[in-house]
């Protein structure tokens, strides 16, 4: 129940455009939801633990855009600003990602690489998302990756009919 609190929180920090309008469930740490307006739907996982002080919430997720045919994109906000010259780096069971950033997000930088990271996802326990701060310090934002997978396959569905 305290898992579901916070993902509805989470949604609620999200600007309100792009709050869905319907749970197509909770997974372990991972919740899918639909927005048949825009249309598209998404999993989506608050980080589990952070490195230092955190400037916001951050959160990953895989999104679908049935109407710009894009299916199973990855993407993550950042606990904290990252420095301009850093990577963002994403690691999930001894792989590791380069991700293309601004200061606050990370995405795939091509449909082969969100395929290679939503592989990755199914098959590991937990996944860290790492660059460095404005200040110089270390993010480190760590996700438990336990109903993600279920999580991806409920917003494929959700998104199979709309357009």
Known sequence: MKRLFVLISLMLLIPAPAIAKDSLGIFSSWGAFRDAEIPRCYAIAETEQITGRAERKSY???????????????????????????????????????????????????????????????????????????????????????????????ASLGCSRLR
């Not at 990577?87 to 069971?93: A, D, K, N, Q």
């Not at 293309?100 to 997000?105: K, L, P």
């Open 60 to 154: 990953a997720t895989i999104g679908f855009w049935p109407n710009r045919e894009i299916r199973r994109q990855f993407h993550v906000r950042l606990s904290r600003d990252r420095s301009t010259n850093s990577r963002v780096i994403v690691s999930i069971g001894g792989r590791r990602f380069r991700l293309t950033a601004n200061r606050s997000d990370g995405w795939s930088q091509d449909k082969r690489m969100d395929a290679a990271i939503i592989a990755a996802i199914r098959s590991a326990v937990s996944m860290t998302v790492e660059s460095v701060g404005r200040d110089g310090r270390p993010i480190v934002d760590a996700y438990l990756l336990r109903g993600a997978a279920t999580a991806i396959d409920a």
